[in-house]
T-cell receptor, first 108, second 117 residues
Framework: QKEVEQNSGPLSVPEGAIASLNCTYSDRGSQSFFWYRQYSGKSPELIMSIYSNGDKEDGRFTAQLNKASQYVSLLIRDSQPSDSATYLCAVYGQNFVFGPGTRLSVLP | EAGVTQFPSHSVIEKGQTVTLRCDPISGHDNLYWYRRVMGKEIKFLLHFVKESKQDESGMPNNRFLAERTGGTYSTLKVQPAELEDSGVYFC???????????????FGNGTRLTVT
């Protein structure tokens, strides 16, 4: 079992829709959870961090964490074409571990 | 604030040659990480420095890889001799606070794309 798994892409949504990205992790002792966005040929950039169960909202982005289910998600409301990128879930337990990423395409 | 910088941005070398990658973290960041992404795979951890000390090098694939962080500032990653499977993008990342590491997100450099032919 991989340490961090993400829903396989690519994920295509129309402009203005909600994009839902999912991530599960295997290390129950994980403490911190991060979502990064990576445009093609660029470095990952931090979008959201979440440390406790529940929802955390920042603009059009909402991160959700459920430690009992070992599940973290990212919702993007009012998706824009500029949101098209690969989204990486990262989990910190003993170290930072990254998922394989989900490629999101927002269609105009 | 200057970001994490990596040099070179691209490197093409032949199998058996040596390559040295450099990373300058954000000034004042204790933690420096090296990661690698090979084609189609996830970003994989290589090693972690806290200041000048290697905190965790469990991800280093073999003894052809040598990382240093002189004086706790910039870091180098040397591959000697390079093999075909070493091709990929090597990312460096830094974060600020060792004591509160779980709350210190990673800031990534733009990566070095290494191609071994």
């Amino acid at each position: 079992q991989k340490e961090v798994e993400q829903n396989s892409g690519p994920l295509s949504v129309p402009e203005g829709a909600i994009a839902s990205l999912n991530c599960t992790y295997s290390d129950r002792g994980s403490q911190s959870f991060f979502w990064y966005r990576q445009y093609s040929g660029k470095s990952p950039e931090l979008i959201m961090s979440i440390y406790s169960n529940g929802d955390k909202e920042d603009g059009r982005f909402t991160a959700q964490l459920n430690k009992a289910s070992q599940y973290v998600s990212l919702l993007i409301r009012d998706s824009q074409p500029s949101d098209s990128a690969t989204y990486l879930c990262a989990v910190y337990g003993q170290n930072f571990v990254f998922g394989p990423g989900t490629r999101l395409s927002v269609l105009p | 604030e200057a970001g994490v910088t990596q040099f070179p941005s691209h490197s093409v070398i032949e199998k058996g040659q040596t390559v040295t990658l450099r990373c300058d973290p954000i000034s004042g960041h204790d933690n420096l990480y090296w990661y690698r992404r090979v084609m189609g795979k996830e970003i994989k951890f290589l090693l972690h420095f806290v200041k000048e000390s290697k905190q965790d090098e469990s991800g280093m694939p073999n003894n052809r890889f040598l990382a240093e962080r002189t004086g706790g500032t910039y870091s180098t990653l040397k591959v000697q001799p390079a093999e075909l499977e070493d091709s990929g993008v090597y990312f460096c990342a830094s974060s600020q606070d060792w004591e509160r590491i779980r709350n210190s997100p990673l800031h990534f450099g733009n990566g070095t794309r290494l191609t071994v032919t």
